[in-house]
């Protein structure tokens, strides 16, 4: 077979002064920023639907892309010829992870042995390509929302032998996982919701959703398996509303059901904005919440309203994002997952190329940024100075629960309190934070 | 004193056949709907804010409704002439109920002391007036949002002593609230948000949060309150975020300080939509998580992205609401509060009473309309056909845990589960309800 | 070859007693409303493509409906028992026009010559078929987005041949449409736009686009078609950003090519909202320019940022918008297209009637209940009497320019203005319309 | 009188090795970047309205700023106050222009003879101010929207003494504009707009909208007045709908009434995005059709449906807005006008200066970052060689007019054409900006 991307042989570390645009300029994988690699920072994945399953397709245009392992979409050989060109890219691209639903890898076959039989074969040849390229997986996943047969949700379908055909998709996926060893288990919920209230019972849908998920907590125990297990939360599309809104929807979801110490979320950056939420908020909340896992690391268009998964290359809003990652600890098992598609017209395949080192070099900047903010980290100290009032002996009785309100109420009519607002410095703040940016 | 509505004595019930603007059409409170009469089951309160406090300014544009009781804003004599001109509106529209904000009522002062007697004085006045009208009080609530001082939040602020000068206020007003009979207590935080993540701490102030509402429910058993505690979610405006963003996210956080059996949520209309959601979904979400309360009857504007509080005119969407809301056992203390703004332009008095007729008359007219879908349930009746698989011993077994993810997929392999979807029917089931709306 | 749809010979004019949901409740074709038809004043249309070219798949998911007819869907065949089902419901739905694009009825072929061999041939089925039945063409267009040549757009690309190209389609779609008794020719330019600014000559892709409509003019005239054309605005989707955004913005690209007198505007109701206005907004807006040309009926999802194309149900809503097309005069060539989609679970062949049925009775509830605004016309009688002063000296000597702006200031000032505003009566005027929807 | 400003004297250039944060880091005014000074190409001005007589009060919320002279609000004395105030700041701040409404700088009287009183009173003010400082005009406006006049609209409002109020209001401000040497004069139809269609005559109020232009322009004429006059684009808020919607919608009205050589537009850039547009497409846009005048430059909230008017910090928006700029030729007689708010919690006088400083800092940034892409304009190479095919043969007979669309057509099939399309590298260009940004 020949190479689908000949004109590289890996993308290596060049930096800023390079004029080879199929180089990196600031991704420089051993290069130690606080104390880790670049590498260990950002654990970049690429992913394997939209680079190798997706043919330019949209819902107004036919595929442009034309790629050739495409054409016999339904057999096992078009699979390994994709798993081909799959893993020449992650090598080349040198993306140290990737991430797959079932079936991207292997055709969904015409029943449910033929899904299990497809699957298991290509694992093995996931398995054989692992070892040979040393590429990791970060997650994997079950795909519960293409099949005709998820029309109407999955774990919440009105219908239990599609919630079971769903539960067996997730046990081979988990298994699947695990034996390649992913660093974590991803559950979107593409169907999970309602296209009519007037056909769907919020209530009924909601516990067969708790259920399932305590079925996949079960099952990760069960089998050993020592990674994460993600919600990624999205409002809607494809449905009306989808259950796993946002980050905040999700923890009242886990919380109802026992589950807050069991799953993280998977937070993708354009799910974020059609949820009304800037990527920047979805990220602070998740780990304010406890439940910060992983990325897609995607933009959506500021003006469409749909998930365009565009790469991500705005470097002030991913510095910000960095410095909360960081702020928090870092990636433990997650990482930045590309979780984007090619424009259209974009249909050379060094565009695929190109696409990708473009999110990883702004991702790298990024974290150059954001240890620059923490060097000198003049946010946590305006933070630490504005709440200083908590560290004083009022504010920690009221922390500590020494107040009732009325003796609390007691207490400020007697000292007689009129406070006022000290200047909250955003606009200061913001001239800082790009002085870190630009200068 | 001369009346402020000249025009009419008492908006009355007199059909569709009248030519009479100032009469209702479809609200007769004595007419029984299900066997119960629409003032039972509407519930309706006018609000004190909009009506009466509001000048017609907006951001824009100075004040064009002059209200001659807002001459002298300040003093303890314009806010009698506030509380003649309400007390006649509330008698003269045929409401039932109002709600109001302790600085609707009472000048907030020029500090906690003349907070505290100014309210004090006009709580006596409101009872004297609500003892010779017959009019009650829906819910009472704290204005945290309004003075300078809570410009960084109330609860949330990082200044202890303005959550303290908020936890006067709200001892207060739940004081307040109980004396003169109020069925509900709402807290609205509208300043419990952020404008920048750049400084601000989200789980220092959800911690705050947490501690203020255990603190209300504490003061609510201490005081002997018996009316429901209701947190009222909004996503942004005036804050750029807002933590109680909506019924789900509040599920979330009550779940989180173990408040969910505590509070309730007053869902507001046009809240629902700045959020990305319906008002149906607003409403059915809550009721759906057991915590659905009370309601801020308003409509939005689909195209405008802030609240705009127009009276509620769609009795397509409202009959929806209804139907929720009879189907889950109606209004237990809360009701239809009309948190609605008359249109700028909107100067002569009578427009008050015509925009409160019209969204009672809309309500009313909803719930008939929602007792004709009730008696002939034929959503009901597709909901129960379209789940009807979760009641086979496969349903059941799976709901009752007596499935792993394993076994299940081991289950729905040995059967060879080839599931296929029935139609959803969603254009049927809309033919259906514009039959009983229309027909 | 057997029914589609067996269930139906036709679908007729029952009432609202009926319980057949197959069976019109409110759209008789022969009752008369102010002097002219229901037929008449409506004129439907069904649409091909989505009808029976779209097999249910979304963005996200496989082909849900199982058509036949799609099995081999690049050969004269199956374009053949497209036509035959097409027509089978074109007559059983009593839906008395239809529109399509020449890719829906013809296989697009693999070269220019083929296209055009394969669209001749198939317009010779439908002639047939037009004639056999005497479902006639509302309007035609071409397809100048859906294949990958268009990726870039037709008229905007930045390949001449690609202008070429489209230019080729639309000769053949608009002789097409004359020799089908086609009453409009419809231009839709789903990729006159742009994805990006960065590779986009804003200015070059203006003059390619007035020069191609200015050759769809002369080519009109040429052929001697006597029918409407229209520019179908839309502001997004499938592109970032597309040129004819709405109807304003269409009017401007008319007036700056000298083409105001030779296009009018198809609205569609899920582009008003796409663009930040309701359906009203561009209708009452095409009308005040005098552009207004026909309707694709359908609604959108408030929530949802993208087309969802779904049955047009809100009568209130249909209302305002009939008034304004009854005032404007109602259709000359135009009529409501159902431009809409099926739910992607609305899989029985029973759906697709229903759904018609539902948009065909909400928009004839929406003529009866106009017809009765109508003849009571306090909207138009509110307009005249809040205009009045222009009809004064001061009004139409300003309106005549006999002021300059220094004189009418002068006149102003020496008059010592000092106007007031009187109220708008918003509410009140809502309360109005809803009497007149729901008495 | 004392200085509100103590902690500056004048900021001044100290390049990004400061750490003074009341200096420029990047603007630099006499820096040369291609061949001009940053103060030439920048052209910055500062609002009176938002910086003077703003007192922080929002719409949920009492004013935070505690402005001094804003006490007397509504006499002379405290007009001259808040004049000594913006000067003050004009020179420290080192912004070479200002911009007012009438009303922002004198009190609105009580009459049309008060008004204009006051208002000559307080041009002498001014005169005397710019010559004493050195400040000059960018541009002066009336404010036609505030006083409840106006609710209804001014040009556009249903009667018309309120339109002869208007234009004297105008006839004042461009009388005052021209003796201030003001070298521009704005329109901002804040309320030229409608509420609700029931109500509004579209038709009417677009030809008084049109009368009223024609008006200004031939005063204009008549005064001498040699800058040019500036409509400003704004979709919604106040008015549920405003006429002047984007800069295209602005071009069809300038086209129908014949003033599209006579006004040019002012975009800012919240008003952009509020319409649906990015800031980049508004500018790139309006070059496009000829009438791209001036800037507000300030940035909105991506989640946040009103106008938030915050400073523009994103260098990387702000480049690409520069470039297209700099490639139209730059500033004639507009210039960058900072119409922006402080955040409401900003309450500190420095704040005002750092606020600007930063929003300058940004913009001589971009403007830097804009003249690089220039220098080695991959971007204009690009979109040469995208549309070489225009230079073709092919292409220039097509846009010359050579070809009916029948002979292309017949050219496209004799030739067999099959174009395809290349790749629009979106993704390449997109790493290649990057690199210019933050390399």
Redesign the interface.
């Known amino acids: 077979m020949t190479a689908y991307f000949p004109n590289v042989d890996k993308v290596k570390y060049e930096g800023?002064s390079t004029n080879n645009?199929l180089a990196f300029?600031h991704y420089d994988p051993e290069q130690k920023i606080l104390g880790k690699s670049m590498a260990e920072h950002l654990r970049f994945a690429a992913c394997y639907w939209h680079n190798f399953c997706w043919d330019?397709a949209?819902?107004?245009?036919?595929?442009?892309f034309n790629r050739p392992w495409l054409a016999g979409e339904n057999d096992m050989q078009a699979a390994k010829a994709k798993a081909d060109v799959a893993f020449e890219f992650f090598e080349k691209s040198s993306i140290p992870y990737y991430c797959f639903h079932d079936t991207d890898v292997a055709p969904q076959g015409n029943?449910?042995?033929e899904y299990?039989n497809n699957f298991s074969e290509m694992v093995d040849v996931l398995e054989a390509k692992q070892a040979s390229s040393g590429v990791k997986l970060l997650w994997g996943t079950a795909n519960l929302?293409?099949?005709?047969?998820?029309?109407?949700g999955a774990a919440t379908s009105?219908?239990?032998?599609?919630?079971?055909?769903g539960?067996?998709q997730?046990?081979?996926a988990?298994n699947a996982t695990k034996r390649l060893g992913g660093e974590n288990y991803v559950l979107w919920g593409?169907?999970e919701g309602y296209?009519?209230?007037?056909?769907?019972?919020?209530?009924?849908e909601?516990?067969?959703f708790g259920?399932f998920m305590?079925?996949?907590v079960?099952?990760k125990y069960?089998i050993g398996f020592t990674g994460t297990l993600l919600i990624e939360p999205k409002?809607?599309?494809?449905t009306?509303?989808q259950y796993d809104?946002?980050s905040?929807?999700v923890?009242?979801?886990l919380?109802?059901f026992g589950l807050e110490n069991e799953f993280k979320v998977n937070i993708e950056a354009n799910h974020a904005?059609?949820?009304?939420?800037?990527f920047?908020?979805e990220i602070?909340?998740a780990?304010?919440l406890g439940i910060f896992g992983s990325v897609d690391a995607n933009r959506g268009?500021?003006?469409?309203?749909?998930d365009?998964d565009q790469?991500p290359?705005?470097?002030?809003e991913l510095t910000?994002v960095m410095y909360e990652i960081l702020k928090s600890g870092g990636f433990t098992t997650g990482g930045f997952n590309f979780d984007t598609k090619?424009?259209?017209?974009?249909?050379?395949p060094d565009?695929l190329l190109?696409?990708h080192?473009?999110g990883m070099?702004?991702l790298a900047?990024a974290l150059k940024k954001a240890a620059k903010l923490i060097e000198n980290d003049f946010?946590a100290e305006?933070?630490k100075q504005?709440?200083s009032?908590?560290n004083?002996d009022?504010?920690k009785q009221?922390?500590d629960?020494q107040?009732?309100?009325?003796s609390?109420?007691n207490?400020?009519?007697s000292k007689?309190?009129?406070?006022?607002?000290?200047?909250?410095?955003?606009?200061?703040?913001?001239?800082?934070?790009?002085?870190v940016?630009?200068?």
């Open positions: 800023t645009p300029r330019g949209d819902i107004f245009g036919q595929p442009t029943s449910i042995d299990i929302f293409s099949h005709p047969r998820y029309a109407a009105p219908d239990p032998e599609v919630f079971s055909f539960a067996t997730v046990v081979h988990m593409g169907r296209e009519s209230l007037l056909n769907t019972d919020l209530r009924q909601r516990e067969q259920r305590q079925m996949v079960e099952h069960k409002p809607q599309e494809p009306k509303h809104y946002d905040a929807t923890y009242g979801f919380k109802q904005t059609l949820a009304g939420h800037s920047h908020h602070a909340t780990i304010s268009d500021a003006q469409n309203g749909w365009t790469f290359m705005d470097v002030s910000l090619l424009r259209r017209q974009s249909t050379s565009d190109l696409a080192i473009g070099d702004s900047l946010l305006k933070i504005r709440y009032g908590w004083t009022l504010g009221i922390s629960g107040f009732t309100l009325e609390l109420a207490h400020a009519t007689g309190f009129s406070p006022s607002i000290s200047s909250g410095q955003q606009e200061y703040l913001e001239n800082q934070v790009n002085g940016l630009f200068d």
